[in-house]
Nanobody, 126 residues
Framework: QVQLVESGGGLVQAGGSLRLSCAAS????????MGWFRQTPGKEREFVAA????????YYADSVKGRFTISRDNAKNTVYLQMNSLKPEDTANYYC???????????????????WGQGTQVTVSS
């Protein structure tokens, strides 16, 4: 059974930093892209960042570019999201996602991902 478990969320002041982690179990994702999405109540889940299977390629939403960094450790089957210069509008439930397939590009659409975590809440106070 595949599981993605996020951790590292919490409450932080604007301008602060948090590091999210997502540990995968049940299968290896060393040949697949992984990503982060976020969602607030009443809104669609939106793309935040994604990373290729090798870690060589990354892709970010414009709203987080230059502030967030995605990375992965395939030996640990884990993906990270370092979030700096956080803003109140970054407040959301953050979800880790994993693609079951190999792709030649870094996917950013929800339906490209097959496995999802339960989410971790990030709250940024002003």
């Amino acid at each position: 059974q595949v599981q993605l478990v996020e951790s590292g969320g919490g409450l932080v002041q604007a301008g602060g930093s948090l590091r999210l982690s997502c540990a995968a179990s049940g299968r290896t994702f060393s040949n697949s892209a992984m990503g982060w999405f976020r969602q607030t109540p009443g809104k669609e889940r939106e793309f935040v960042a994604a990373i290729s299977w090798s870690g060589d390629n990354t892709y970010y939403a414009d709203s987080v570019k230059g502030r967030f960094t995605i990375s992965r450790d395939n030996a640990k089957n884990t993906v990270y999201l370092q979030m700096n210069s956080l803003k109140p509008e970054d407040t959301a439930n953050y979800y880790c996602a994993a693609d079951r397939n190999y792709r030649a590009y870094v996917p950013s659409r929800r339906y490209d991902y097959d496995y999802w975590g339960q989410g971790t809440q990030v709250t940024v106070s002003s």
